[in-house]
Structures are given as C-alpha cells and as structure tokens.
C-alpha cells in the first residue's frame, strides 16, 4: 500500500490520522491485513490500537484512533452522545440550487429480501434517526462543491442521505448507482466510469475536520485536513476548488 496516510496528531493517549482514500480503516471482508489499523501497528510499533470512529474505505481525511481501550471507551461515549463535531467536503452529481438542505429521516438497512448489495442502506421511518446538513460552497460543470455537517453517525449517513436529495457523490458506486453496476465494479467486471466526468476511481468525500474534548486533558482539539490535496485532477473539479 506504501504510504497513504499522515499522522497529524500524536500524544500518548490518541493519534489522528490524514487517511487517504483507498484504505479501510479496521479489518473487514478481504482486507485482513491491509487496513490503516493493522498498518500503523506493524510500521509504527504500537502495541495496541483502537478506531473510535468510522470513515468508509473510500473516505479520506482525519481519524481519531485510541492508545488504549478506556481511552476508546472515553471516546466512544462522546460520539454516542454526538459532542463530536464533524464536517466533510464532497463533490455531488448535479448543481445544487439550495444555499442549505437539511435531511432529517431515519435510515436502515435495505431488507435482505430484495436486497442485492446487502449493504446499502436506505431512507426508512422505521430506522435509527439520522441528521445531515449540506451546504453548497459552489457549483460549475455539473457539479457541486458542498460542506457537509453530520449530527449523527450512521453508516454511509452522507451518501445516503446526498443520493436521497438527488446530488449523489461523485464517484460513489452504491449511492446513486444500481446495485448490478456496483457488483459489476466490484467484480472488476466493468470500470468505475461517471459520464461525462469519465473514470473516478474513488468516492469524492473527505473528512475535513473533527472537533472533540481530550478524554484526558479535557481540553476541546479541533484537527483540519486539506481537501484539495485528496482530489483527482480533472478540470471540473479544479474549477469547483479554486477562488
């Protein structure tokens, strides 16, 4: 994998982490191994090591990883109690008209009987209650650069809830997509092409910054990522970046 990360914060109770956008976080399905959990271990010798919170594999931007595991429990009790400020930046499918859009609606797991991709997820009032703000920061090409607020912390909340307003992620391959294209990708059966952007190889979402209190200290840490460094280089997005 080489290195796809940046270590931003380190102190003996917690690391924050600037992770890229092509490595899961924690051991799952094939990637036993080859996750930034596994990895920091092995390169960096730390003896024990606990993810706090999550960000899709094809997620970039910060992560708080624990030293130790009441450090992790500390910390896993504010993000139960949503203290934890998170904001995200994304490139969405389509022009977004609205300075703000609010989508409070509970999601769910799809129902295993028409499922396909039995990890998606879907809008439903029987599901856990779940809260995204999505600001639109500017739009061109068909596309919109948005900062995102999240005030729970579901899986797959942003790219849900962006498919469900009609602005998909650009370069999602489950939201906004169907299922077959999905497996199709996933089974490297077809190419993760988004006419007319041409092929995304990865989710455009980025976690820019975390706010949290230190379980320690107590003291409130705000830690920043660089959006821009994570993106490809295409025109329509340069264009949407920049001014």
């Keep these: 994998f080489g290195w796809l990360f940046l270590t931003l914060v380190f102190n003996p109770h917690i690391i924050v982490v600037d992770k890229n956008g092509n490595i899961p976080l924690s051991e799952s399905g094939r990637y036993h191994k080859n996750n930034l959990i596994n990895i920091l271990k092995e390169r960096e010798g730390y003896p024990e090591l606990y993810a706090v919170h999550r960000l899709d594999k ?3 931007g910060v992560v708080l990883i624990a030293r130790e595991k009441k450090i992790a429990t500390l910390l ?7 203290i934890p400020e998170k904001h995200y930046n994304a490139i969405l499918v389509g022009e977004m008209k609205e300075k703000q859009v609010l989508v409070d609606l509970p999601l ?60 998909p992620i650009l370069g999602d391959k489950l939201y906004g997509q169907s299922d077959s294209f999905f497996v199709k990708v996933l089974n490297k059966e077809q190419e993760s092409i988004f006419p007319p952007f041409g092929k995304i190889e990865r989710q455009l979402l980025h976690a820019v ?18 959006f821009d460094k994570q993106l490809p280089q295409i025109q329509a997005i340069t264009d949407l970046t920049k001014g």
């Design 209 to 226: 910054s975390l706010k949290f209190i230190h379980p320690v200290t107590e003291r409130e840490m705000t830690i920043q990522s660089d």
């Design 76 to 82: 896993g009790q504010q993000f139960v109690k949503h």
């Design 58 to 60: 094809e997620t970039s």
């Design 108 to 167: 769910k797991k799809k129902p295993k009987d028409i499922a396909m991709v039995k990890i998606r997820q879907i809008v439903d009032h029987s599901g856990k209650p779940s809260k995204t703000m999505f600001f639109s920061k500017r739009t061109a090409n068909g596309l919109t650069l948005a900062r995102i607020r999240t005030f729970s912390g579901r899986t797959h909340q942003i790219r849900c809830h962006a498919e469900y307003i009609g602005y």
